[in-house]
């Protein structure tokens, strides 16, 4: 399986700061089509995980340009500028180049 | 816009299997490639990806759990099922059912199902 190790576990923010997520994944989810399978969503409290990122950077329809990943091989990132208080939840990298499908560990990010 | 639902018994008791369903409207499951998703989450805790099937009826399941899953897809009537057996209390959680691209874009996800084995 491919474990995707991600950092930090909680991350408090202060509104109109930029948070910084880490993802490493033990072997490079590149597919032989050029495209990295890493995506990312976010889980606000009470609600389902949530598409933000897919293949490496690119937003998901209605996902403001505040958050962008960026990474490549096996590291990888996810940026919030401008941090606001609907950023608030648990987000989850995640690699769809193998199955079983694996995700992050998960990172809260709290306002201060 | 395409909506899941999923549905299940809520307390299931411990060695019985657990039958979920996953409900989708708002479009039909026979069309677009699509990888339908079981995925679950012990309170608390982070995100387990259970299985998929494909709309031909090909499966893929997490080794971890393949020996007590089934997973089934029905398009006549727009659904696709999760039957998990020999529960126990370490399946105690709450199960989403997603739609998935082969590249992992995952939307959308239904409410989710609680699970409690007890």
């Known amino acids: 399986d491919i474990v995707m190790t991600q950092s930090p576990v909680f991350l408090p923010v202060t509104p109109g700061e930029t948070a910084s997520i880490s993802c490493k994944s033990s072997?490079?989810?590149?597919?032989?089509?050029?495209?990295?399978?890493v995506n990312w969503y976010l889980q606000k409290p009470g609600q389902s995980p949530q598409l933000l990122i897919y293949s490496v950077s690119d937003r998901a329809s209605g996902v403001p340009d505040r958050i962008s990943g960026s990474g490549s091989g096996t590291d990888f990132t996810l940026k919030i500028s401008r941090v606001e208080a609907e950023d608030v939840g648990v987000y989850y990298c995640?690699?769809?180049?193998?199955?079983?499908?694996?995700f992050g560990g998960g990172t809260k990010v709290e306002i201060k | 816009q395409v909506q899941l639902q999923e549905s299940g018994p809520g307390l299931v008791k411990p060695s019985q299997t657990v039958s979920l369903t996953c409900t989708v409207s708002?479009?039909?499951?026979?069309?677009?490639?699509?990888?339908w998703t079981w995925i679950r989450q012990p309170a608390g805790k982070g995100l387990e990806w259970i299985g998929r099937i494909y709309m031909t009826g090909s499966i893929n399941t997490n080794p971890s759990l393949r020996s007590r899953i089934n997973i089934s897809i029905d398009k006549s009537k727009n659904q696709f099922s999760l039957e998990l057996s020999s529960v126990t209390a370490a399946d105690t959680a709450m199960y989403y059912c997603a739609r998935f691209t082969a590249r992992g874009v995952g939307r959308p996800w239904g409410q989710g199902t609680l699970v409690t084995v007890s």
């Open positions: 708002g479009d039909s499951m026979s069309y677009g490639s699509y990888y």
């Open positions: 995640m690699q769809a180049l193998q199955t079983p499908l694996t």
């Open positions: 072997q490079s989810p590149l597919h032989s089509n050029g495209h990295t399978y």
